[in-house]
């Protein structure tokens, strides 16, 4: 399971000054803020992004000043294939080795809900030993149950990030894991269609890597 919360989308408008920078033509700018704040792209910056989108990475360096935080949820053996796209992105995560003793564990520490019954049960049947666990560390404050803690956390133990990504980041993670086995990767890659002209600057060519897939 996944989880994305308190997503921000932001410098949309600095990005796109940007953009028109090398033909010095700002004049032709026609977006502006509505109501709530949202910036709205008109009819002639959204042409220009489009077209830069669409010529490739050396053209569109605007979309890495586009930039995108948002908390995510997800199991630690997401995380360890979300962590390929290590450049452009930054992540603070809730910290394992200093708190993995402070609450008491649960079913819903981990994502479970692809499991059978016997994997539910062998689940639940570690999960009692790393609360026993957990409760004599607190207890005696001996290394040795933190570590045994540590080293039987199974990779389905979720863990929360905050991180911040750019567009750039997000068009190679859409079209690299949007046909991925794993379903945190297609709620990953449906979020990303929700942020402002997802559509128009993300997944523009769609069409054009439709036989692209993530083993």
């Known amino acids: 399971m996944l989880?994305?919360?308190?997503?921000?989308?932001?410098?949309i408008e600095g990005a796109m000054r940007g953009a028109r920078n090398p033909l010095n033509s700002?004049?032709?700018?026609?977006?502006?803020?509505d109501n709530d704040g949202k910036y709205i792209l008109g009819?002639?910056?959204?042409?220009?992004?489009?077209?830069?989108?669409?010529?490739?990475?050396?053209?569109?360096?605007?979309?890495?000043?586009?930039?995108?935080?948002?908390?995510?949820?997800?199991?630690?053996?997401?995380?360890?294939?979300?962590?390929?796209?290590?450049?452009?992105t930054v992540a603070n995560s809730t910290s394992t080795m200093h708190k993995i003793h402070s609450k008491e564990f649960e079913r819903d520490d981990f994502s479970h809900d692809h499991m059978s019954e016997g994997a539910l049960s062998a689940l639940d049947t570690l999960i009692d030993y790393l609360e026993a666990t957990?409760?004599?560390?607190?207890?005696?404050?001996?290394?040795?149950?933190?570590?045994?803690?540590?080293?039987l956390l199974p990779s389905s133990y979720n863990q929360t990030r905050?991180?911040?990504?750019?567009?750039?980041?997000?068009?190679n993670m859409y079209f690299a894991r949007r046909n991925h086995k794993l379903e945190e990767w297609h709620?990953?890659?449906d979020w990303i269609m929700t942020l402002p002209y997802a559509h128009e600057l993300i997944a523009c060519d769609i069409q054009e890597n439709d036989g692209e897939s993530a083993n």
Do not use: C
């Open 3 to 11: 989880f994305v919360k308190n997503d921000v989308t932001m410098n």
């Open 26 to 33: 700002w004049a032709r700018s026609d977006s502006h803020y």
């Open 43 to 88: 009819e002639n910056d959204l042409s220009l992004a489009v077209r830069l989108r669409r010529a490739g990475s050396d053209h569109r360096k605007f979309l890495r000043q586009i930039i995108v935080s948002a908390d995510i949820t997800a199991p630690i053996y997401w995380w360890k294939e979300f962590d390929t796209y290590k450049v452009g």
């Open 134 to 151: 957990r409760k004599k560390y607190v207890d005696t404050k001996d290394k040795s149950y933190w570590y045994d803690l540590i080293q």
């Open 162 to 171: 905050t991180v911040t990504m750019n567009y750039e980041n997000l068009i």
């Open 187 to 189: 709620t990953f890659t």
